[in-house]
């Protein structure tokens, strides 16, 4: 790394990249010493990853195929910048935009419905290079709610929107604002209705939850148990929330994740997904991170900054991203999934939920999976 006009001294490092398989030396910035530092760059001797998540549940066998190609498709769009020498605020863009324009997914146009049946959206953009971030929640008119996200970032004072705010100022900057009904899928209206039957019968939200798995052991949350019977695929209904971490040739992290929330939520839930720090975060000198899960015991666990700081603490991503579930289990018996890259290229993937559509894009070509 190079710093402009700065005088402080370096910490050199050396850290082993899972990727190449090459040790390497990293020069990584004593930011505490630097009162003048104007900003960090880096040589482009970074080869640029992307890592996306489509969600992480027990996707039926029907919807394996989908899934696959949706997370192809997106690391197809956002490794085609990366591989061109574009930012990777730019790839996570553009990869999250295919997958919220993907029917298949819990994002843009056939999410989840509200309990009262619209579609209303969350979706956070950060870059860890400029440690600036883009946020809004509750929209219920914008197609690519993460294109509006990267709005609030580059032409914003602020960090974070919501509601009919977010669409206003989105608009301002030329987006098209829609009517929610060309967000909403039949398939969804059945899936709400069903939903709603299972509560008034008085039956769980199946969702995530189920039965404690470990009677009288696992703490639930608050709001309702969050454990669920791995072998009961029935319990858990599509919890597709989509994100992309990127790293570019400059050494530049960002991370996106974008989300219609959960099932039957009351209007004006926000979850982890769009929340700093809980299911997306991106700094040059820790890790990128985005979640997927029910999004309650994510955002109290504030687990994505969990995660990036053990990555700067030295933990291999790989490691800390298996912790993360670990702890979301352990401490409130949460179901989820996590894509974690460092700033060395190395990265971790790792989930509770029978599956986790995901995809790697790096020079060496693209991988897709559904579990890990
Ligand atoms: N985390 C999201 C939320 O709670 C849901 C998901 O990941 O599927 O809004």
Redesign the pocket.
Known sequence: MQRQECSCSLLFSTIYSGLQGAIRLIRMPEVAECSTMSFVTTPATHDPTLLVHG???AIPAAAAADHEAGVRAALEAGYALLSLGGSAIDAVEAAVTVLEDDPTF?AGRGSFLTSDGRVQL?ALLMDGGRMKAGGVACVERLRNPIQAARLVLEKSQHVYFVGPGAEQFAASHGMLLIDNAELVLERERKRLAHAKAREAAGLLDETFSGPEAIPGHVLHDDKSPETAFLSDPDRFAS???VGAVALDAHGNLAAATS?G??LN?TPGRV???SLIGC?CYADNLAAAVS??????P?MKLVLGKWATDRVAGGTAPEIAAREAISYLFNRLGGH?GIILLGPDGRFGLAHNTPAMAWGLATPGGLQTGLSV
């Not at 979640?291 to 309650?296: K, N, V």
């Open positions: 969600g992480a549940w819990d969350d919890h597709d929330t989300t929330g959960t939520k979850g982890d997904s299911g979640l997927t899960g029910w999004g309650e994510i989820g």
